[in-house]
Structures are given as structure tokens and as C-alpha cells.
């Protein structure tokens, strides 16, 4: 995965990274938009992509490696000269089109051009990680994450080393660690709240920097890190229109429970819904600009972005008198459930592909393991009983639709959702509504 997508950059093309949880339909759609010709893939994935060639006219062509067939991409490179010069492209050439989760409708491609891929090294990593061509990279955010791609680009660019994992959940990077004495990870808080109750048995000495990102970092979980290892969580925010991490704080300038201040070459202000700029300690929306920044790819959404000249990235943020900045929520539809998007309404219109499913709203609930799950409030068609064996036959339906990372994890059947006067779905109302449920049982895992 690495070398394609390294090599697809060298030779002057543009890269479009899918996860390999996706679901045909769900592969098919940046293929049509971004109009990708050629792809290539890992065999084991073979047959999710192959039912997106009838969906998908504008894919001439595919090639596996790992498969040991005619025409793989082992057998096309066994004969192949080593020596190639890199296409030479410009600085403002698109490289890559990272799609986002999405919030609402259709996920959004962003561009990004190759003078990004330096911008953000020399910003965050260069200013804030501070890593050492001796450093050794590991990570469980996947390469179409543009926080996972990171983990690559930032040892590269140094000189350092870097470890891929094709599993990376906290019983795979403890012993990884371990094993290739890595000094740098990269991965969300829910995986460092689950690897401190691990940690008996794996050798994680030589960690040196951890850095926290994906979702919001609670101040419990840097606690308990920190007590157990020594290390203090870098945390940050990013987004996919921004490349990477805009808001951080180096390890002696960290305030638990704060995201922190914007990385050198970078701006944020907090706004309100008019755009105008809110003094410290009120709550409003999170603004940034700075070298890299949202170009959306032929989507109007981009008019709601970017305002006049400032990214607004949808969270709910205060700043303080020192400039550090503090995460409150959410201000759209997206779930952050350990450290993967999941936007609402792609879960919404699985479940109503559903016949026992008449209307269906999904929201975020408060979870202790994963800081958030995927809880669907599910209005049933006439005469339908909902129960514990429906419950789980929706959840399965919803792994057969979409990813299946985006599955609810809590199903509650309701007589009526809460509405506008116009029909529309109160999804806020929803929200206070899981929040207040999760409050009063303890915020329970599930």
C-alpha cells in the first residue's frame, strides 16, 4: 500500500486511498468522482472492488498484488527496470484527493497539491513532533486517513523509520512496539485508554512521543497514560481539508484537557454562526487557515467551508486568555467513535433500506470505551415488534450496507422522533437524549 501510493505520487499521478473496510457502493462512489482510471488493490479485497465495475464506468482498469494471478502487480514489476526519474510536476499539481467521511450526503473530495505534503512537515512535525532521523514511526490510523498518512510522511522526510501494521488495534501495537522498538505512535485516545490496561508484558521502553488524535483526548485518558508510561499524549486536531494536525501543543507547553495552540504557520479563531470573530471564553466554531487548506473537489459545499478565507471545520471550540484551545463538541452531524468519522445520516439511510424500518435517527451517545458509539433511535413499520433478535438483525444489515465500523451499537425502538414544525428531524434533540441516558446509567460500555 505504501509503495503504490509513493509511487503513484512519483509518477506524476493522483492518489485516492480507500480503507479496506469499505463496502462496494461505498468504493464506488470517489472512483466515479474523482474519476479514477486505474486502481490497484490488495487481493484479499478482490471481491468488494470487482462489484464496482458495474457501478463504476469511468474503471478501465485493475490490478491486484498478493494474489499470485496473471497480471499481478508482482508479475508486472519482475521484468521492470529499477531506474526511473520522477515526473516533474509542480508545486501546485494535485497529488492527492482525500475523501472525507462526510456529515451530510455524499462524502467531499479534498485536494491537495505536493507543496501540502512538505507544508505540513515543515508546520506540525517539523515544529511540534520534533522527531529525530533515529526515531522509529507506528501507528494504527489507516494510510486513507490523512492523519495515518503521516506516520509515513514525517519519518520519510527525516530520514527516520516507520512500521506498518495491516492489524493495529491495542493487542496488535503493544507487542509491535515491543517488537520493532518503536519511539513515535500515532493513534487515537481510545486505543490508549484500552493498551494502559495492557501494558503487563510488552516492553514499550522505547517510546519517546505519543501522539493523540482522531477524537477529542479526555484529560482522564492523559492521566492515566501519562501515570502508567511517563509520557505525556501530544494531542492535536486536523481534518481532512486541512491535510493535518493545525492544533497542538509540544510536550512542555501541554494543558491536559487542551487541545492546544495553532502550529506554526497556522491561524484559528473562534467565530460565531455569522463568521465574526468571539472574544476568550466564549463557546463558538472552531476557524483555522494557514498553508494547506480546503479545496473541494467540483462540490459546492465548499462555499460553506471555507468563509472568507478561513476553514471552518464544524467543532465547537472556547479559547482561553493564553490562546489555548479547548474542545466542547461536535457542530454537525459527524460521530467520532474511537477515532473513526461516522457520519449519521450514511448509518440513516442504511437502516431504512430495512423493511421492518419505517423512519430511523441516528445520533452520537457518550460511551466510556470509545468516548462515543453510533446509537439509532429506529420508528418501526406497522406491526413489527422490536426486540433483541431485531436489534441485531438491523445491526448486521447495517455491516452488510456500509462499513462495518459504522454499525449502531445501540438500538432504541421509539413510538415518534422529535421533529420541526416542518418535518425535519431534530437531531440535537436526539442528542441531549442519549447524552442525558448515558449520564444517568454511568455512560456504560457497550
Given at each position: 500500500?505504501?509503495?503504490?501510493?509513493?509511487?503513484?505520487?512519483?509518477?506524476?499521478?493522483?492518489?485516492?486511498?480507500t480503507?479496506?473496510?469499505?463496502?462496494?457502493?461505498?468504493?464506488?462512489?470517489?472512483?466515479?468522482?474523482?474519476?479514477?482510471?486505474?486502481?490497484?488493490?490488495?487481493?484479499?479485497?478482490?471481491?468488494?472492488?470487482?462489484?464496482?465495475?458495474?457501478?463504476?464506468?469511468e474503471?478501465k482498469?485493475?490490478?491486484y498484488w498478493?494474489?499470485?494471478?496473471?497480471?499481478?502487480?508482482?508479475?508486472?514489476i519482475?521484468?521492470?527496470?529499477?531506474d526511473f526519474?520522477?515526473?516533474?510536476?509542480?508545486?501546485?499539481?494535485?497529488?492527492?484527493?482525500?475523501?472525507?467521511?462526510?456529515?451530510?450526503?455524499?462524502?467531499?473530495?479534498?485536494?491537495?497539491?505536493?507543496?501540502?505534503?512538505?507544508?505540513?512537515?515543515?508546520?506540525?512535525?517539523?515544529?511540534?513532533?520534533?522527531?529525530?532521523?533515529?526515531?522509529?514511526?507506528?501507528?494504527?490510523?489507516?494510510?486513507?486517513?490523512?492523519?495515518?498518512?503521516?506516520?509515513?510522511?514525517?519519518?520519510?522526510?527525516?530520514?527516520?523509520?516507520?512500521?506498518?501494521?495491516?492489524?493495529?488495534?491495542?493487542?496488535?501495537?503493544?507487542?509491535?512496539?515491543?517488537?520493532?522498538?518503536?519511539?513515535?505512535?500515532?493513534?487515537?485516545?481510545?486505543?490508549?485508554?484500552?493498551?494502559?490496561g495492557?501494558?503487563?508484558?510488552?516492553?514499550?521502553?522505547?517510546?519517546?512521543?505519543?501522539?493523540?488524535?482522531?477524537?477529542?483526548?479526555?484529560?482522564?485518558?492523559?492521566?492515566?497514560?501519562?501515570?502508567?508510561?511517563?509520557?505525556?499524549?501530544?494531542?492535536?486536531?486536523?481534518?481532512?481539508?486541512?491535510?493535518?494536525?493545525?492544533?497542538?501543543?509540544?510536550?512542555?507547553?501541554?494543558?491536559?484537557?487542551?487541545?492546544?495552540?495553532p502550529?506554526?504557520?497556522?491561524?484559528?479563531?473562534?467565530?460565531?454562526?455569522?463568521?465574526?470573530?468571539?472574544?476568550?471564553?466564549?463557546?463558538?466554531?472552531?476557524?483555522?487557515?494557514?498553508?494547506t487548506?480546503?479545496?473541494?473537489l467540483?462540490?459546492?459545499?465548499?462555499?460553506?467551508?471555507?468563509?472568507?478565507?478561513?476553514n471552518?471545520?464544524?467543532?465547537?471550540?472556547?479559547?482561553?486568555?493564553?490562546?489555548?484551545?479547548?474542545?466542547?463538541?461536535?457542530?454537525?452531524?459527524?460521530?467520532?467513535?474511537?477515532?473513526?468519522?461516522?457520519?449519521?445520516?450514511?448509518?440513516?439511510?442504511?437502516?431504512?433500506?430495512?423493511?421492518?424500518?419505517?423512519?430511523?435517527?441516528?445520533v452520537?451517545?457518550?460511551?466510556?470505551?470509545?468516548?462515543?458509539?453510533?446509537?439509532?433511535?429506529?420508528?418501526?413499520?406497522?406491526?413489527?415488534?422490536?426486540?433483541?433478535?431485531?436489534?441485531t438483525?438491523?445491526?448486521?444489515?447495517?455491516?452488510?450496507?456500509?462499513?462495518?465500523?459504522?454499525?449502531?451499537?445501540?438500538?432504541?425502538?421509539?413510538?415518534?422522533?422529535?421533529?420541526?414544525?416542518?418535518?425535519?428531524?431534530?437531531?440535537?434533540?436526539?442528542?441531549?437524549i442519549?447524552?442525558?441516558?448515558?449520564?444517568?446509567?454511568?455512560?456504560?460500555?457497550?
Amino acid at each position: 500500500m505504501v509503495a503504490t501510493y509513493m509511487a503513484v505520487l512519483k509518477a506524476g499521478g493522483i492518489v485516492v486511498a480507500t480503507m479496506p473496510l469499505l463496502r462496494a457502493k461505498e468504493v464506488a462512489y470517489p472512483i466515479q468522482k474523482a474519476k479514477i482510471a486505474l486502481a490497484l488493490c490488495d487481493g484479499k479485497l478482490a471481491d468488494e472492488l470487482e462489484k464496482t465495475r458495474s457501478q463504476a464506468s469511468e474503471l478501465k482498469r485493475i490490478v491486484y498484488w498478493g494474489n499470485g494471478q496473471p497480471g499481478s502487480l508482482e508479475e508486472l514489476i519482475a521484468d521492470a527496470s529499477p531506474d526511473f526519474t520522477a515526473v516533474d510536476t509542480a508545486a501546485d499539481d494535485v497529488c492527492l484527493i482525500a475523501f472525507t467521511s462526510g456529515t451530510t450526503g455524499e462524502p467531499k473530495g479534498t485536494m491537495h497539491f505536493h507543496r501540502d505534503m512538505l507544508a505540513v512537515c515543515d508546520s506540525y512535525a517539523r515544529n511540534v513532533l520534533r522527531a529525530l532521523p533515529q526515531d522509529r514511526f507506528i501507528g494504527s490510523a489507516p494510510l486513507a486517513f490523512t492523519f495515518g498518512f503521516g506516520g509515513v510522511l514525517f519519518p520519510m522526510h527525516i530520514g527516520a523509520c516507520f512500521v506498518v501494521l495491516e492489524k493495529a488495534g491495542p493487542d496488535d501495537l503493544l507487542p509491535a512496539i515491543a517488537r520493532y522498538k518503536a519511539t513515535v505512535c500515532f493513534t487515537a485516545p481510545t486505543s490508549y485508554r484500552a493498551m494502559t490496561g495492557k501494558l503487563a508484558g510488552h516492553d514499550i521502553s522505547s517510546l519517546r512521543k505519543c501522539v493523540s488524535a482522531g477524537e477529542t483526548l479526555p484529560e482522564g485518558t492523559f492521566d492515566a497514560w501519562l501515570k502508567a508510561t511517563g509520557i505525556k499524549l501530544m494531542d492535536g486536531i486536523g481534518a481532512t481539508e486541512m491535510l493535518h494536525i493545525f492544533i497542538s501543543a509540544t510536550e512542555d507547553e501541554i494543558r491536559p484537557g487542551a487541545t492546544g495552540k495553532p502550529v506554526p504557520g497556522y491561524e484559528a479563531k473562534i467565530v460565531d454562526d455569522e463568521g465574526r470573530e468571539l472574544p476568550a471564553g466564549t463557546m463558538g466554531r472552531l476557524a483555522v487557515r494557514g498553508p494547506t487548506g480546503c479545496r473541494y473537489l467540483a462540490d459546492e459545499r465548499q462555499r460553506k467551508y471555507v468563509q472568507n478565507g478561513w476553514n471552518v471545520t464544524g467543532d465547537t471550540y472556547v479559547m482561553d486568555d493564553d490562546g489555548y484551545f479547548w474542545y466542547q463538541s461536535r457542530s454537525d452531524d459527524m460521530i467520532v467513535s474511537a477515532g473513526y468519522n461516522i457520519a449519521g445520516p450514511d448509518v440513516e439511510a442504511a437502516l431504512l433500506t430495512h423493511a421492518a424500518v419505517a423512519e430511523c435517527g441516528v445520533v452520537g451517545a457518550p460511551n466510556e470505551a470509545r468516548g462515543m458509539i453510533v446509537k439509532a433511535y429506529v420508528v418501526l413499520a406497522p406491526g413489527i415488534n422490536g426486540d433483541a433478535a431485531l436489534t441485531t438483525e438491523l445491526q448486521e444489515h447495517v455491516k452488510r450496507e456500509i462499513a462495518p465500523y459504522k454499525y449502531p451499537r445501540a438500538i432504541e425502538f421509539v413510538a415518534q422522533l422529535p421533529k420541526t414544525e416542518t418535518g425535519k428531524l431534530k437531531r440535537f434533540a436526539l442528542r441531549q437524549i442519549a447524552a442525558s441516558r448515558a449520564a444517568s446509567s454511568g455512560m456504560a460500555a457497550e
